[in-house]
Every structure is written in C-alpha cells, then in structure tokens.
C-alpha cells in the first residue's frame, strides 16, 4: 500500500484538518461561547493588549471615538475577538463584514452610511477588498465623509455624504498585502503573535471551566503542546479530547486521556497532522532530506501543490523541520530526530551547516 495515499484519508486535501487554522462550521457555533469578553480575560499578547489598553482608556477619557485599529496576524490568534473586546470596551455595538463580502464601492457606501456614532466596524481580510471601495474607505477613515456616485458616464455626479465617527478595526493576515494609504490611515496597528504553551494551557483552562469540563494541568499541557501556537487550535482540540474523556474515560481529562485522544486522531506530540508527517516522510524516506522541489515533492504525496504549499509548508518551516531553498526544499536535522529516522552517512557534515541534503 502507498503510505501516501490520500484515499487513505479524507482530510489530507487540507480543508478540514483538525489542525487547521481556519473556523470550521462546528467552531463558529462554539466560538461565541468561548470567546474573552473584555482585555482582561484576553489571554497573552501582552504588547497589544497593553497598547490598545491605552487607545481605549485614552478615548475613553476624552469622551472620544477611539482611533482606527489594524490587527494582522494568521488565522485563529483572536483577531476577531478583540474586535468585540474593543466594541465592548468603548460601550459600542459592532458591525462584522469581510473583504470579499465588499466587492462594489456601493456595497460599503451602505455599510458605512448606516452607521451609529461611535459604531465600531470590523473588516476581517481587509485585503482581499476591492480597489474602488478601498479607495472610498481612504476618505472614509480620514474624513468621515465618503463621495456617493450618482449616474455613469459624463453624466455623473458625486454627493457628499457625511458619516457619524467611527472606529474601523481592520484584520489581515498579510499586513503586507495592504497598500500604504490604508495602512497610514491606521492609527494603531498590533501585530499578534502565536501563543506560548503556557498561554495556550491558560486558553484551555478557561475554555474547559465554560465547557463544564474537568481537566489536569498537565491534561491541559498536553494539548497546548500540539495546538500550534492557536488558540482555535486549542480549543478543537479540547473539545475532541473532551469527547474521548466522555466515551473512553470517566470524563476527567488527564494527560494520559489527551495523548491517547490526539493518537486517536493523529495530532502528534509537535501538532503535526497526518498531512504534515507525510510529506515530512517523503522528504526524509524518499529524497533522503532533499533539496526536492515543490511538484515533485507534492506528487511523492499525491497531493495538490498548493496543499503542500499552503497547508502543511508553513508549520513546518515555522517548527524548523523544513526549509525552503532556492534549490528545493530540505530538511533539517530536527525533522529527522521527530520522525525518528536516521540521517544518511553523509549528512553529518552538513549538519554543521544546519541542513541536510545530497
Ligand atoms: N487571547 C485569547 N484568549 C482566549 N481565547 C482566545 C484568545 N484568542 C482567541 N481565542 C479563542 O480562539 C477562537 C478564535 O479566535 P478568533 O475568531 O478571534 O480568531 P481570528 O484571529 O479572528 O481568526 P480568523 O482570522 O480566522 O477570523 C475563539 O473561540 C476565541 O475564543
């Protein structure tokens, strides 16, 4: 049998991975529960928490609207949340839109102009906007003013429309994606980190008090140690090992229980999924460390390019198990040791180097 074969698993296409950053269906329904209500209660990212403290307070104090908010950072870290978190924190209801929802100038002329003084408007993938109504948000953010065009052609005309002040809290995964118009018009921008195990543990124990369930420190260790830095990560994770403690246990979540429900569902000890180790294994078996370039690498593991560019690549790169060279990708010595394999005789020299390869 080919030990690569994704017919062997459903999820190896990357689009319903259990490790996978992105909300799934059964997230968005229990997210709401989970999610930290005021700064508080928002674990880690200390920086940002401490600076948008101040934007909040000082506004507060003012009696003003607080300034425009950019949050970049990957999928999962709690973008969202702290838009909310703001929104609560200024006593303001919140608007939620996205990028892609917002295709026409028109569509956010409506959004914008239906707001509440002091409404705070949150624009997750603010990248993926379009050029007219980008340019519309510039006069927006700026000016709380946006030009509506009436009629095409010669004919048309532009009508001012004042907007009431607001706040727009923009999120981005690519921060660099974002023109620098937009990103100056920005008066404060927090970069969020991925979280630290110990962050993660305290998501967890936080995350089980509100899902009734009872779960040891070194339970929650457990889990924080294969959720990838995400706290949505985490918090899927503990809500399947939740259910193997239910059926598989007395309930309680030991760290015995949590290991044995992550094998269950092949979340290794580092957070690799089986996607993950799979390619890690091609690498390592098949091109002994590489360099290997990208198509042939994919097709070693029957999937799509992108799947192994844009779902299992970046984890690896960011735990040090593979490097992308101008020549291929390779592995590092780290990658050999997690799967327990030994490197060629050859390879000890370029160890020294930090990679191995041909
Ligand atoms: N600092 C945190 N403390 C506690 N829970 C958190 C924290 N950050 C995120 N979470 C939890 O993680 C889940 C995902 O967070 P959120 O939806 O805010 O992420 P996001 O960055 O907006 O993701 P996306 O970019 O995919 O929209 C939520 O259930 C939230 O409760």
């Known amino acids: 049998m080919n030990p690569y074969d994704p017919a062997a698993d459903d999820d190896t296409d990357g689009t319903d991975r259990l490790v996978g950053p992105a909300a799934d269906g059964e997230d968005q329904a229990v997210e709401a529960a989970l999610r930290p209500k005021d700064l508080g209660e928002f674990v880690g990212q200390e920086k940002v928490r401490q600076q948008l403290d101040l934007v909040l307070r ?20 709690g973008k969202t949340t702290l838009s909310m978190i703001i929104a609560a924190e200024m006593g303001a209801p919140i608007r939620i839109t996205s990028g ?9 002329a409506a959004i914008l102009s239906s707001l509440q003084e002091g409404e705070v408007l949150f ?7 379009s050029r007219p109504a980008e340019e519309m948000l510039y006069m927006a953010m700026e000016d709380f003013r946006v030009d509506v065009i009436v009629g095409k052609g010669p004919g048309a005309t532009a009508i001012p429309l004042e907007l009431p002040p607001f706040t727009l809290v923009g999120a981005t995964t690519r921060a660099g994606l974002l023109p620098p118009p937009l990103r100056d018009r920005f008066g ?52 399947r090992v939740r259910d193997y403690a239910q059926v598989r246990a007395d309930g309680r979540i030991t760290r015995e229980v949590a290991a044995g429900a992550l094998e269950v569902y092949e979340v290794d000890a580092r957070g690799l999924d089986r996607l993950d180790r799979a390619v890690l294994d091609a690498l390592l078996r098949l091109f002994n460390g590489g360099p290997v370039g990208l198509s042939t690498l994919a097709v070693a593991v029957g999937e ?14 960011r735990e040090g198990l593979l490097a992308r060279t101008p020549r291929g990708r390779v592995a590092t010595p780290a990658a050999w040791t997690h799967l327990g394999l030994t490197p060629p005789a050859a390879a000890p020299a370029r160890a020294q180097q930090g990679l191995f390869g041909p």
């Not at 624009?123 to 906007?129: A, G, K, Q, S, V």
């Open 188 to 239: 404060f921008t927090g970069h969020m980190e991925f979280y630290a195990p110990a962050e993660l543990e305290r998501v967890i124990h936080r995350s089980a008090g509100l899902l009734d369930v009872v779960i040891d420190p070194v339970g929650a260790a457990e889990i924080a140690g294969r959720s990838r830095g995400t706290p949505r990560i985490a918090n899927r994770l503990l809500r």
């Open 304 to 317: 799509e390019r992108e799947t192994v560019e844009e779902v299992a690549e970046p984890f690896l790169v």
């Open 100 to 108: 892609p929802a917002i295709q026409h100038a028109g569509d956010l």
């Open 58 to 77: 000082a506004a507060r104090q003012r009696g003003a609207t607080a300034d425009h908010v950019l949050l970049s950072g990957a999928p999962g870290l």
């Open 123 to 129: 624009l997750d993938e603010i990248h993926r906007m």
